[in-house]
């Protein structure tokens, strides 16, 4: 982001070619999140409370690892654990690390309706302004993957900001920071997909998952978060992550064919009563007919 | 209010067609009022909520957040009074045959060709329409607008609920707004009188007779004349 400040272009006086020219540099980060080799351990849902401040709050446990059943306002990362069972009956812990997946094409922001609540950076990061969030809740309606939460306290939605504080320094976000087994990694979205492709491929061919693959959701024009599931045929299977997730088709036609057929209409309306009125003029009341006066009543006519 | 010995004279009023018929109760009065005030406030609000460029709507009821505070539970008070209207008008809604007639006609009410149209009762027939019309989206704004209210308690299962609500609270608040449009219009600038029948509660009798003549012949005990 903050690099394109000391990209040199052009140099007065200077012989030669402008030194890094020709330089391409991706803007694009990407969070992978490797679920074949996470172990549960949840230092990144700790390290994510630490960096953001929150204190563990109260939760709701239902007999399984899981934390609480789903994100929370103040819980933006959450390990989401499910016992699978395979064709030959054994039974498989799923573990994956549901946060903000920020979408290339973000239905929140589509959604939004206060002036700069939600901003999308070039490099990729989606991130809440709560200052300028109003607390409608359309981002909740507008997002495929159920991340946005609502505060009741604050009045506001909050989620996983992808750590854009760190970023912007030059750091990783914090659970990529905790995680201790390496299932986390971060670097430029180019990076990470090729990482994920390769560790796909060599779960495919030498560790007997035929179906591993990389979650990368076409949809939403492709995330910053992306996943390597051993089966990528059935991301339900991991918490209820969808198939193919995409912007709702009611907040499209809401924010699109809706949205021009109502300014059109209440302009059209107000335009239309204009024209009445300049046509026709008001219509005024008009003397009584003699035959509906009382008799002491009637006017000579 | 049906007897014509409530009648009033105008200070210094002497003139027939001037006297005074009650049309409107207080505690109508109030309620309509109520209802204006409450549906203009959902008006202006969710115009802010409805388009960037209009955003602006929210700085002027005291900021985008107050606005979205404020906004479901003005749209409750609107409820309210809606169903207190429900009360109060619902039996003088029924449609009739002079209405349909009304109806089929109604181009003659556009042009201002109103002797053309058949006598209307204590409501026309487009009255009647606007009532029935806010009382059905009233429901269906209730009802979505508690899905949008509480978005965050709809168990993702039911997550369909959230855009189904969307769609239909939006759809729905355009119709109000232009059947909203129409009755301002109608009451303010077009049919002369009319305002001053909701701010006074009453009517002329001129006034009653050129708009509403089946209900001035039931109000003032005169039978409707055989045509």
Known sequence: MSQGITEIVRISGHAGTVPGAGLNREYQVCKLVDTTTCIGCKACEVACLEWNGYTFTETKFDNSYQTMPETAWNYWNLIKFNEHERDDGSMMLLMRKEQCMHCEDPGCLAACPADSAIVQYANGIVDFQEAHCIGCGYCVTGCPFNIPKFSPEAHKVFKCTLCNDRVSQGLEPACIKACPTGCLHFGTKSEMKELAETRAVQLRSQSGFPDAGVYDPPGVGGTHVIYVLHDAENPELYGGLPKNPHVPWSVRLWKGPLKWLGNLGMAGGIIGLAVHYLRFGPKKEEPIAPEDRMPEDRRPS | ?227
């Open chain 2, 1 to 227: 209010m049906s007897t014509s010995d409530t009648f009033q004279r105008r200070q210094g009023e002497t003139d027939f067609d001037e006297q005074l018929i009650p049309r409107y109760s207080l505690i109508e009065r109030l309620n309509h009022w109520a209802g204006a005030l409450t549906y203009s406030y959902c008006l202006i609000t969710g115009l802010a909520f409805w388009t960037p460029y209009l955003y602006w709507l929210a700085a002027v009821v005291g900021g985008g957040p107050t606005a979205r505070f404020w906004h479901p539970w003005f749209g409750l008070f609107f409820v309210v009074s809606q169903f207190v209207m429900f009360l109060h008008w619902g039996a003088d809604m029924d449609v009739d045959n002079d209405d349909r007639v009304w109806a089929d006609n109604i181009k003659y009410y556009i042009e201002n060709d109103d002797d053309k149209l058949p006598p209307v009762g204590r409501f026309n027939w487009g009255q009647k329409l606007y009532f029935w019309a806010m009382n059905f989206s009233t429901i269906l704004l209730l009802l979505s607008g508690f899905v949008l209210w509480y978005v965050d308690a709809v168990p993702w299962k039911f997550h369909i609920l959230r855009y189904v609500a969307i769609l239909v609270h939006a759809s729905v608040a355009l119709i109000t707004i232009g059947l909203f449009l129409i009755h301002v219009y109608m009451s303010t600038l077009l049919e002369l009188g009319s305002f001053g029948t909701m701010i006074h509660g009453t009517a002329t009798r001129a006034w009653s007779w050129t708009f509403h003549r089946k209900w001035y012949y039931q109000v003032t005990g005169q039978s409707r004349p055989k045509q």
